[in-house]
């Protein structure tokens, strides 16, 4: 299998190059994210370990760059940030798992092996209703050209009913899908993300693609309004 590595660190990346090699992967390196991007880009690499910060681009970037390019190769952060919104900010921007340092070499080996495993993902399906669009993997929701702002939060419940657009769904059906399953709050709070959802996607393109059905629940039209 052969893995790209890019790291800043140079003695660092040799020892993960050799610790790498021992375990039977085939290791190409880089020392900065533009070069890692290059190749990434241009050769067929089974997975990437990269690190996070780096000189002329950051692992964020060149990530989210490759996913852009729809290069779907399976990318494993190695760090020294342990923050847990840094491993939220790497696993959103395309990356597949995450190690902090200092590491063990076989547990990275392991971590490798199983990730790749897994093989490369697909691009998930773009979700569509008219010039409504979500991009599951780029996180992303416009209307016709216009990107829509919208928190994570509206962005689930917009995501739950473009799959089910055309259908009619329940309060309870959104609460279920998109908040935890032990979720204790007001169910009305559904009715809030709804609302704040259509002020975003709907109101100010003179649309009403999200309809209240009368004692039955909410749909999104099949055309987006």
Do not use: Q
């Amino acid at each position: 299998m052969r893995v790209l590595l890019v790291d800043d660190e140079v003695r660092l990346a040799e020892g993960v190059r050799r610790g790498l090699e021992a375990e039977g992967f085939a290791v190409d390196v880089a020392h900065n994210g533009v070069d890692g991007l290059w190749r990434a880009r241009e050769f067929p690499y089974d997975g990437i370990v990269r690190d996070v910060m780096m000189p002329g681009m950051s692992g964020y970037r060149v990530c989210s760059a490759l996913r852009a390019d729809e290069i779907w190769t399976p990318v494993l952060f190695l760090t020294a940030k342990d923050g847990v919104w840094d491993e939220v900010e790497g696993l959103d921007t395309g990356g597949d798992d995450w190690m902090t340092k200092p590491f063990s070499p076989p547990v990275l080996a392991a971590r490798l092996r199983a990730l790749l495993r897994r093989g490369g993902r697909e691009r998930p399906t773009v979700l569509e209703a008219g010039d409504l669009r979500f991009d599951p993997a780029a996180r992303t929701a416009t209307r016709g050209d216009t990107p829509l702002n919208l928190t994570a939060r509206e962005m689930s419940v917009l995501e739950y009913l473009l799959r089910h657009r055309g259908e009619v769904v329940t309060k309870f059906d959104v609460l279920n899908n998109v908040w935890a399953d032990d979720f204790e709050g007001d169910p009305n709070i559904v009715e809030v993300y709804i609302g704040r959802v259509r002020r975003k996607a709907d109101r100010p393109f003179g649309r009403n693609a999200i309809e209240t059905v009368r004692g039955a629940g909410y749909r999104l039209a099949a055309d987006g309004g």
